[in-house]
């Protein structure tokens, strides 16, 4: 069945400094796929989305890029901020998964000042 | 800001006793879900709803039943509940499937003592 897999937290670092979270799936067909956030004592809230191969979606100076080549859709931020503490979350949407999303364990991700 | 409310937003119960946490909507979106959160398993999917009396189960259903008989309400109960099934429950709604994003309500904190 579809899968998501992400690299295990806690991830710590310093301000400004160069953020990488790996995610890799499995799926079936052509998957959307997304990284979602959640801040502390919240829902989750969408992040990004690409929907298509080599797609980049972007928001808040993080990107991730739709490899289907290497099944992966990491995501990247080239300075981060104590205010992107939080966890984050890569997750799948196919046609084999119904109108269901597939979400990673999650990475739990703290910026020191 | 999606218009999802959950209630309660935490409740203490005993094991055996029934519980229903109330999602509500003012989005008139068409699929609802409801959600676990646990340390180490990300999301995990209980139940989702297609429309109004449309329901069906997810990957962690067992002990749980849900009802839609509203579009803006989806109802989740525990029958009997059990300490297994102390959690952050989450409920999510959608437009559609695939490539449309879930939008997440704030939570509920459920201990079973």
């Known amino acids: 069945g579809d899968s998501v897999t992400q690299m295990e937290g806690p991830v710590t670092l310093s301000e400004e400094a160069f953020l990488t979270i790996n995610c890799t799936y499995t799926a079936t067909g052509y998957p959307s796929l997304f990284w979602y956030v959640q801040y502390p004592g919240e829902g989750l809230q969408l992040l990004l989305k690409a929907t298509k191969a080599d797609d980049k979606g972007s928001n808040k100076g993080f990107e991730a890029t739709y490899r289907k080549e290497t099944t992966s859709f990491h995501l990247e931020k080239g300075s981060v901020q104590v205010s992107d503490s939080a966890v984050y979350f890569c997750a799948l949407s196919s046609d084999s998964s119904a109108s269901k999303i597939i979400f990673g364990s999650g990475t739990r991700l703290s910026i020191r000042p | 800001d999606a218009g999802i409310t959950q209630s309660p937003r935490h409740k203490v119960t005993e094991t055996g006793t029934p519980v229903t946490l109330r999602c509500h909507q003012t989005?008139?979106?068409?699929?609802m879900y409801w959600y676990r959160q646990d340390p180490g398993h990300g999301l995990r999917l209980i139940h989702y709803s297609y429309g109004v009396k449309d329901t069906d189960k997810g990957e962690v259903s067992d002990g749980y039943s849900v009802s839609r008989s509203k579009t803006e309400d989806f109802l989740l109960t525990l029958e009997s509940a059990t300490s297994s099934q102390t959690s952050v429950y989450f409920c999510?709604?959608?437009?559609?499937?695939?490539?449309?994003?879930?939008?997440f309500g704030p939570g509920t904190r459920l201990t079973v003592t």
């Open positions: 989005e008139n979106h068409r699929y």
């Open positions: 999510a709604i959608s437009e559609g499937q695939g490539y449309y994003e879930q939008y």
